[in-house]
């Protein structure tokens, strides 16, 4: 029987206007689909108008300007509904879904559901529930102890993946997903016996206790940040309040 990290795997990426989930907008987004190691991806691209400014850093990190998506970008409606169906869609196929930083990029896709759409992400999945790997908590649960910074560009190193093209979302997506094969085969051991459902099921306490253990050493450096126990999507701040 083939594991799932040898199996199909779909991942999703977007690149935004900022990292405020509530406020800022994604201006671009990607779902690749491999079917197993090795074979070619299949990657479906949209570049979004947001109908809101584009901060200069924003530009900086992606490369993507206002002007260049006033004349380019889609409107955010139709994109939105495209993207969440095509994550159900993967998702009733039995596909699981790999999210760098989940709560980031579903949570934000949420938010602009609900702001487009009036909608939620939560709707899509009904049917069939979202699996989702994220090879960020699925990285620093297998291997806690390794010192040195965790995102995308260091796992890809540490696990000798290649980059091409960093924050573009295609090109980060595809990323993703080879490392959660990596992170799969390197442990294989602890993982190979855990469905996609079991394994969403542990990264949501996973992350809660990772988001702790980063909330007391915020606490122990004197800053007042907080850092949010929820995976792979935050609640609404409506609802929590």
Known sequence: MTCWYEGALAAFDTETTGVDVEGDRI??????VQDAPGTRPRVSRW??????????????????????????????APVMYEIAQQLAEHTAMGRPLVVMNAPFDLTLLDRELRRHRASSLDRW?????????????LDKQLDRYRKGRRTLTDLCEHYG???????????????????????????????????????HALQVGWHAAQ?????AWFARS????????????????????
Do not use: C, I
């Open 125 to 137: 999945f009904e049917a069939a529930p979202l699996r989702v790997l994220d090879p960020r908590v």
């Open 27 to 32: 201006v671009a987004a990607a779902v690749v």
């Open 211 to 215: 988001a702790r253990g980063l909330q």
């Open 47 to 76: 570049l979004v108008n947001p109908g809101v400014p584009v901060p200069a850093e924003a530009t900086a990190v992606h490369g993507l300007t206002e002007e260049h998506l006033q004349h380019n970008g889609r409107w955010p």
């Open 161 to 199: 993946v290649a980059l091409n093209d960093a924050h573009d979302a295609a090109a980060d997506a595809l990323a993703a997903l080879d490392v959660v094969r990596a992170v799969g085969r390197r442990f294989s051991a602890r993982l190979e016996r855990l469905s996609p459902a079991e394994l």
């Open 222 to 241: 004197g800053s007042p940040e907080t850092v949010s126990t929820e995976w792979p999507l935050r609640e609404e701040l409506s609802a929590a309040a």
